[in-house]
């Protein structure tokens, strides 16, 4: 089936430092998300992405927190600076419609901040 | 508030038996639920999904049971296998998706 790519699977970074995570959706898809799961947690809608604005975000989603998709290349987040309390897996999903439509995951991005 | 509640929050059935997720919701204006299933250090995948014009959706073992009048749905999943074992979600979407806290399923052969 479609899959997502993202890139890296794992990063451990320093409190402080900045960290960009990046995903590749499937190729047709319009609408982007990233979600955030902690350890055997639920998963925590952060933002979604459409037309290359920012549709609708969370209450987690920090003012340190940013998405872009430039000339439609990797849909990133880029949270500068991290918090301890940002190790999570962050998982990228990407849709052809919007909400009503079929996700489809990338798998994960485990970001350790020490 | 919550907007997806999801019960139990673990549950163990024997292989063969079946397992019954439930969940319920609070905003009328959801309509889209669909059931995802994570496995261990995977990414979570759609299962099977039900619009509420329908109270009954069926797809193999999956079947989903829906009440509107009551905000609640459930996934019965019929025959469990082993395999089944997994952490199952329940979500409802409108503009975005809300996720329940998880099931999280062990089918014991």
């Known amino acids: 089936g479609p899959k997502v790519l993202q890139i890296p699977s794992h990063q451990i970074i320093d409190m402080g430092q900045m960290v960009t995570l990046n995903c590749d959706p499937v190729?047709?898809?319009?609408?982007f998300y990233w979600y955030k799961q902690i350890l055997g947690q639920q998963m925590e809608f952060l933002v979604n992405?459409?037309?290359?604005?920012?549709?609708?975000k969370s209450k987690l989603f920090k003012d340190q927190f940013s998405v872009e998709r430039p000339d439609g290349s990797y849909f990133t987040l880029k949270i500068q600076p991290t918090a301890l309390e940002d190790s999570a897996v962050y998982f990228c999903a990407s849709s052809f419609q919007g909400a009503q439509d079929t996700q489809y995951f990338g798998p994960g991005t485990r970001l350790l901040v020490l | 508030q919550q907007q997806v509640r999801q019960s139990p929050q673990s549950l163990t059935v024997w292989e063969g038996e079946t397992a019954i997720l439930n969940c319920s919701y609070e905003d009328s204006t959801f309509d889209y639920f669909p059931w995802y299933h994570q496995f261990p250090g995977e990414s979570p995948a759609l299962l099977i999904a039900i619009r509420p014009v329908s109270n009954k959706k069926e797809d193999g073992r999956f079947t989903i049971f829906f009440n509107k009048r009551e905000k609640k749905f459930s996934l019965h999943i019929a025959d469990s296998q082993p395999g089944d074992s997994a952490t199952y979600f329940c979500?409802?979407?409108?503009?975005?998706?809300?996720f329940g806290d998880g099931t999280q399923l062990v089918v014991k052969p």
């Open positions: 190729s047709n898809h319009l609408y």
């Open positions: 992405f459409y037309n290359g604005k920012v549709m609708e």
């Open positions: 979500a409802a979407t409108y503009n975005r998706i809300f």
